[in-house]
């Protein structure tokens, strides 16, 4: 045949098309009917897929057994281990991590597959507390299962037309909650500390919006505020953005631990944003927000709730009283993936701005993305509102999951959270060698245990470093036993205690007693 690049001298590519003859058949005509002649390009045949669809199929098969059972099912059973420890050195031989040329069978994929899930943490396991995301949802499953089975990216219609809707949907709905009568905007994230990124970088944007030209050698020296709490992601994003961590002016808190913001004056300095956290991190506490809105309408200042915890209070009648005043906020961060286990990772930035404020900031405009002339309403094409381009459908497993149980079910997953905590704390009162940190005001209850060696001494510096000492000693025998998992921290000045975060629905008044029972069991001889 004629070469086909015969337009484009220029090109180094080598075409052959090869005619596979048998010996001494050349006056034979091998080409059947409707097929073609085998073709190499740079000596790659390019006739026909190369995916064995039927292997492929069956590898499928024979994998997905494995994960129901292995990843799903023992991984909820309250009598099977949250985790089979091994050191690192010995999880790399036992994996056999190193890549080679070939490729392996499939019952060596397979068995791959049963290590991975084996010798993995189980955040789905009732005795998981260990983070602010646990459990397991199945309708949120079997939509991650969907979405990483399409593997579609949302930056336009075209590509994900069911995500970028629902997308929309569970974004108009979480405003609606958050209580912007009048709408707003917004976008999901890979993450809470993305986020609460995103709100900086609009506040500095809203307040000068030459920076996205200009750059920041344009700008006056800018500083913003947050509470001692705040997650560590603030003082990231500061850094990130080039405002410098210097420039973040971190409030003492109460002896609650829920910040109190004013307005410090800073010579030569622009005030532009509060950062207000509505559940901290390691405590659980709640910032005021009625008190931070006042401060920030008085003096312009951009007002972001890091919500991303403590957010899903909002779903309940009984405890959104926790963050009165969140609809005062310029932008809220909010993962679903935490309290209201929509599964990791499940994160929606919003703000109260209905002039197109996003767009605006983080536009690009990318004309092989975001063509004006196409066929359909290109408002619809929400990905140059992102800092990403590629960006996961994370919205659809949190819509699943909420057209499965309702905005009622959601509700009653956060009382009985909390109505879980509060047993806890109660519980934790009533035991010998048992110390709470302070009244949990969220499901975050933070304790001490105390080893019967202790009991009798008075508290003091001696004291409190053998208190200290305790609880990595537990947690390192909970771990190698795998019966649960609990975190623990210092705080300030305050020696090492537990941080029991409750979230699972899984989780009963059982699990509860047995926690306590197994850390006095672990550590009653130290």
Same mark, same amino acid.
């Given at each position: ?8 001298? +220029? $090109? =180094? *590519? &080598? @075409? /052959?098309?090869?005619?596979?003859? !048998? #010996?001494? +058949? $050349? =006056? *034979? &005509? @091998? /080409?059947?009917?409707?097929?073609? !002649? #085998? ?488």
């Amino acid at each position: 045949p004629s070469n086909p690049l015969s337009d484009h001298q +220029t $090109s =180094s *590519i &080598d @075409i /052959t098309v090869c005619y596979l003859l !048998p #010996p001494d +058949t $050349s =006056s *034979i &005509d @091998i /080409t059947p009917k409707g097929k073609r !002649p #085998p073709v190499l390009v740079d000596g790659v045949t390019l006739n026909g897929p190369t995916l064995d669809i039927r292997e492929a199929e069956s590898f499928l098969r024979e994998a997905m057994p494995i994960v129901m059972e292995e990843a799903v099912w023992k991984a909820t059973d309250v009598k099977e281990k949250v985790c089979e420890w091994r050191s690192p050195e010995q999880l790399k031989d036992l994996l056999d991590l190193e890549l080679r040329e070939g490729g392996e069978a499939h019952p060596q994929i397979l068995q791959r597959c049963r290590d991975a899930i084996r010798y993995s943490v189980k955040t789905g396991h009732p005795l998981f507390f260990n983070q602010l995301y646990a459990g397991m949802d199945p309708y949120s499953l079997v939509g991650r299962f969907i979405t990483e089975a399409i593997n579609p990216s949302l930056y336009t219609y075209e590509v994900a037309p069911v995500f970028l809707l629902t997308e929309e949907a569970v974004l108009k709905k979480m405003i609606e909650i958050i209580g912007w009568q009048d709408g707003g905007d917004g976008i999901f994230s890979p993450g809470g500390s993305v986020s609460n990124m995103y709100a900086v970088n609009v506040a500095r944007y809203h307040h000068c919006p030459d920076v996205k030209v200009l750059g920041l050698s344009a700008l006056p020296r800018l500083v913003m505020f947050t509470s001692q709490e705040c997650h560590y992601s603030v003082s990231k994003a500061a850094a990130f953005l080039g405002i410098g961590t210097n420039n973040v002016y971190v409030i003492p808190s109460d002896k609650r631990y829920a910040g109190y913001c004013w307005l410090l004056l800073v010579t030569g300095a622009l005030p532009f944003m509060v950062n207000a956290t509505a559940g901290t991190t390691v405590l659980g506490a709640f910032d005021p927000l009625e008190e931070i809105a006042d401060i920030c309408e008085r003096h312009n200042l951009w007002m972001h709730v890091d919500a991303c915890w403590g957010g899903g209070a909002l779903m309940s009648k009984k405890h959104r009283y926790l963050l009165q005043g969140i609809h005062r906020a310029n932008s809220v961060a909010w993962n679903p993936h935490k309290m209201l286990m929509a599964g990791l990772q499940c994160c929606a930035f919003m703000v109260r701005d209905k002039t197109n404020l996003l767009q605006r900031c983080h536009s690009a405009q990318a004309s092989y993305l975001f063509q004006q002339d196409k066929f359909y309403d290109v408002s619809y094409d929400t990905g140059d509102k992102s800092i990403q381009c590629s960006r996961k459908p994370d919205a659809f497993k949190f819509w699943l999951m909420w057209k499965a149980i309702g905005t009622k079910g959601l509700e009653e997953r956060v009382d009985r959270a909390l109505a879980m905590a509060r047993y806890l704390a109660e519980e934790i009162k009533k035991r010998d060698g048992f110390r709470l940190v302070m009244e949990p005001e969220y499901t975050n209850v933070c304790f001490w245990y105390i080893p019967p060696s202790l009991r009798d001494t008075a508290d003091g510096p001696e004291f409190w470093r053998k208190v200290h000492a305790v609880a990595p000693v537990v947690k390192e025998r909970m771990m190698k036993e795998g019966s649960m998992m609990v975190g623990y921290q210092p705080h300030g000045d305050k020696a090492n205690f537990f941080r029991q975060i409750i979230i699972s629905p899984q989780v009963s008044r059982e699990d509860m007693d047995f926690l306590l029972d197994q850390i006095h069991s672990l550590g009653m001889d130290l």
